[in-house]
Nanobody, 120 residues
């Protein structure tokens, strides 16, 4: 059982930056992975990126590479999503997720989500 809690969402102007954070608690093992999905109104859930805890290997959606970066804390079970050069189309609810494997398309555990709104 893993529990996830997101923070850092808010309103930002186009071209700006925002950093989301997700803290995990419970039975989170070193072999697990954490990542981010997002869902905009009227659209399906979209994979953003994920990181494997054991070796910090990351995978990312091709369309977001270069603008978004995912990282983990050195001492805490916490992952960050650094979002730069934000665009209005980045507006969505961002969800933290975790699973036992890095390439899971339907993660086992989910956070409650945090709203990111990018104004033009």
């Amino acid at each position: 059982q893993v529990r996830l809690e997101e923070s850092g969402g808010g309103l930002v102007q186009a071209g700006g930056s925002l950093r989301l954070s997700c803290a995990a608690s419970g039975r989170f093992y070193n072999t697990y992975s954490m990542g981010w999905f997002r869902q905009a109104p009227g659209k399906e859930r979209e994979f953003v990126g994920a990181i494997r805890w054991s070796d910090s290997r990351t995978i990312f959606a091709d369309s977001l590479k270069g603008r978004f970066t995912i990282s983990r804390d050195n001492a805490k079970v916490m992952v960050h999503l650094q979002m730069n050069t934000l665009k209005p189309e980045d507006t969505a609810i961002y969800y933290c997720a975790a699973d036992s494997t890095l390439k899971a398309t339907s993660p086992t555990w989910w956070g409650q989500g945090t709203q990111v709104t990018v104004s033009s």
